[in-house]
């Protein structure tokens, strides 16, 4: 077993274990941030329906997310644990989102069960990716800090893909298209999927565990063991979760409340391009866990998030301001999104120092996933039945009550989610402070080993 290897990773490394969040957000925030328009206002699907199906498949993905811890976990080769199924799952995760954007001629059940199965098999593709995204961040060094600046590395990368599919999805679908929507979609997607699996062999190359743990298969239930007595991650989890069903549901909302709200569905790219002022947020991650610690940055995060939803709210129809209040969320929501992974790594240490188990795939994978599929899910759910319940009808003018929806649904629904998220975060306080005593604790006990 090598615990090795405290030392700064290369640029190259850095720019590897990045370029896996960006493969992974090029596809899934295309996936989140349009698949409810597509479903309604392209491939043609009711709302109530869209939203039905957005939440079966958050939850039957959620109930998949331990099976892929498990299989890391449990996973033998002389890459590592993780680093493999890169490779294994970069092609079938491709064509499925592809698969997920394409519309066959079907109508009634026909069609509702191709959107539900694509879209419910594309999810956990993505499950099934991301988790060795995120657990293999204590394998790649056992340096606190380095993880730290890793995970603000892979932070940094998932933005470029975020950048790239809101800034640029729906320009590409038009000209991709010449104005069939359902073509420039699909069209627009497959090249996607054909940079992001690229970018998932490139990582597979260039990472490395050292960590290895390679002759050693947890058994399931070490896994659930793990998690035994473990307050931290459930706080981290639950923090998480908030955080991602406001960011989602700002996101899923943004094209209704460009489109019929303010009557410009240009703004979509406009806003989604400033998504870049993230980046501000992640780089400012490392400065200010030196001065703060990662839970107190993280609820900076959030509160910074919540005060520019709520001037999204004020802001109105003037654009000016809506840009304004987009730049100082995003911000917000840079240092918020990137301080769980973090903070996940760490409670794999506290569940090898309460339970002498180290699951770092189980706890990372089960932890990330669950806070992001439960999150993501109800944050598409809750603005579609919103705006169902105030007569929201696709591709027609719609009344006050259902803009009035729209509205709420982008500006101020985020921002309660996000200060409950705050609220949550704070428990995580008193166990952070014993973060160096359970890292000196741990060293002493691999080197009697």
């Not at 043609?44 to 939440?55: D, H």
């Not at 989102?97 to 879209?119: E, Q, R």
């Not at 998690?227 to 094209?255: A, E």
């Amino acid at each position: 077993m090598s615990y090795k290897n405290n030392e700064s990773l290369s640029l190259k490394n850095q720019i590897a274990y990045a370029g896996t969040d960006a493969a992974g957000n090029l596809l899934y925030c295309t996936l989140t941030s349009f698949i409810n328009y597509y479903h309604t206002d392209v491939f043609g699907i009711s709302i109530g329906t869209a939203a039905v199906i957005a939440l079966l498949v958050r939850i039957i993905n959620t109930a998949t997310v331990p099976l892929w811890g498990i299989a890391i976990d449990k996973t033998k080769s002389k890459y590592g644990k993780s680093r493999p199924w890169f490779a294994r799952l970069a092609i079938p995760f491709a064509v499925f989102m592809a698969l997920t954007f394409f519309t066959p001629g079907l109508s009634g059940t026909s069609k509702v069960i191709y959107a539900a199965f694509t879209y419910l098999t594309a999810s956990i593709l993505y499950t099934g990716i991301s988790t060795p995204i995120t657990s293999i961040l204590p394998n790649l060094s056992n340096n606190s800090y380095e993880r730290t600046k890793l995970n603000s590395f892979r932070m940094l990368g998932g933005n470029v893909g975020y950048f790239i599919t809101a800034t640029f999805t729906l320009t590409l679908v038009s000209a991709l298209g010449v104005g069939n929507r359902q073509t420039g979609f699909f069209l627009t997607v497959l090249i996607y999927a054909a940079i992001s699996a690229a970018m998932f062999f490139f990582a597979f190359k260039n990472t490395k565990e050292v960590n290895m743990e390679s002759s050693k298969s947890l058994p399931v239930k070490d896994c659930f063991k793990a998690l035994k007595s473990n307050w931290p991650w459930c706080i981290v989890v639950l923090g998480s979760m908030f955080y991602w069903l406001g960011n989602s549901t700002r996101t899923s909302s943004l094209i209704y409340y460009s489109r019929y709200y303010l009557e410009n569905e240009g703004y979509v790219s406009i806003l989604n391009a400033l998504v870049l002022a993230q980046a501000i947020g992640v780089a400012a991650i490392p400065i200010l866990t030196k001065k703060l610690s990662k839970t107190v940055t993280m609820i900076l995060g959030l509160l910074i998030a919540a005060a520019g939803q709520v001037s999204l709210g004020i802001a109105g129809h003037h654009f000016a301001l809506i840009v304004a209040a987009w730049i100082i969320t995003s911000m917000g929501t840079g240092i918020a999104v990137s301080m769980p992974f973090a903070m996940l790594s760490d409670t794999v240490d506290y569940g090898e120092y309460k339970n002498g188990i180290r699951a770092s795939g189980f706890l990372t994978a089960v932890g990330s996933a669950v806070g992001l599929q439960v999150g993501t899910g109800l944050g598409d759910f809750i603005p579609l039945k919103l705006m169902e319940h105030f007569g929201y009808v696709a591709n027609q003018q719609q009344t006050a009550s259902s803009l009035t929806s729209m509205k709420f649904a982008f500006s101020y629904l985020p921002a309660i989610f996000f200060i409950i998220g705050v609220i949550v975060m704070l428990f995580c306080i008193k166990f952070e402070r014993r973060e160096g005593k359970i890292l000196k604790s741990l060293e002493e006990r691999r080197r009697n080993m």
